[in-house]
């Protein structure tokens, strides 16, 4: 069964799917983008913060920034990045 991940015009994020990928989701609204790699995920936060929830097996989501300012975020398969004040993390 596959997983999939969209985003509302409110700022809520909704998963449906494979439930171990859903588990750690965010439930608050307020996101403005989500990016989605092979069974991990990436939130922005219109706060600037980032959210990260799914498989973290092969180090996907390990370093994930915990601090704010970020305008724009990105996954591949097996990794993500965040983008803050023009310098990739």
């Known amino acids: 069964m596959g997983y999939s991940v969209a ?27 989500i ?9 922005l936060h219109d706060d600037g913060t980032v959210v990260t929830w799914g498989d973290a097996s092969e180090g996907q989501r ?8 970020f305008v ?5 398969s097996w990794h993500s990045v965040a983008l803050r004040d023009g310098a990739i993390v």
């Open 72 to 76: 724009a975020i990105a996954c591949g």
């Open 7 to 33: 985003l509302r015009d409110d700022g809520t994020v909704v998963t449906w799917g494979r439930a171990s990928q859903r588990d750690d989701a965010p439930t608050s609204g307020g996101f403005v983008a």
């Open 62 to 69: 390990r370093g994930a920034p915990t601090s704010g300012g």
């Open 35 to 43: 990016a989605c790699g092979f069974y991990h995920n990436v939130a």
